[in-house]
């Protein structure tokens, strides 16, 4: 069935960038959209951002459009998300997730496949 691991997570301040990466070995990775969630201080895990199965179509949440960016590389079945302008509330374990459905949706019970996480620590 494969997996999906991230990477790139770590201590940044606010207004500072990072860039997420999560790399799979699913057999479907290409034919399905693809998203990151993040689980914050509240302990609920929240959509962020979604992609098409082509990288056409993009999704955002409210709260992180303009500043975040998702692509993807099918070719090297690998995914990604900037994170600019970075504030405390962005603070989060971040987790990669393979859809079900071609094109992104918000809810987690349309992504099967969920990687382990990597955290991200906003400092004000």
């Known amino acids: 069935q494969g997996q999906l691991v991230e990477s790139g997570g770590g201590s940044v301040q606010e207004g500072e960038s990072l860039k997420l990466s999560c790399e799979a070995s699913?057999?479907?990775?290409?034919?399905?959209?693809m998203a990151w969630f993040r689980r914050g201080p509240k302990n609920e895990r929240e959509f962020v951002a979604g992609i098409s199965w082509n990288g056409v179509m993009v999704d955002y949440a409210d709260t992180v459009k303009g500043r975040f960016t998702i692509s993807r590389e099918n070719d090297k079945k690998t995914l990604w998300l900037e994170l600019g302008k970075l504030v405390h509330g962005d603070t989060g374990v971040y987790y990669c997730?393979?859809?079900?459905?071609?094109?992104?949706?918000?809810?987690?019970?349309?992504?099967?496949?969920w990687g382990q996480g990597t955290q991200v620590p906003v400092s004000s």
């Open positions: 699913t057999t479907t990775f290409r034919s399905f959209a």
């Open positions: 997730a393979e859809g079900t459905l071609a094109v992104p949706h918000v809810a987690e019970r349309d992504y099967d496949k």
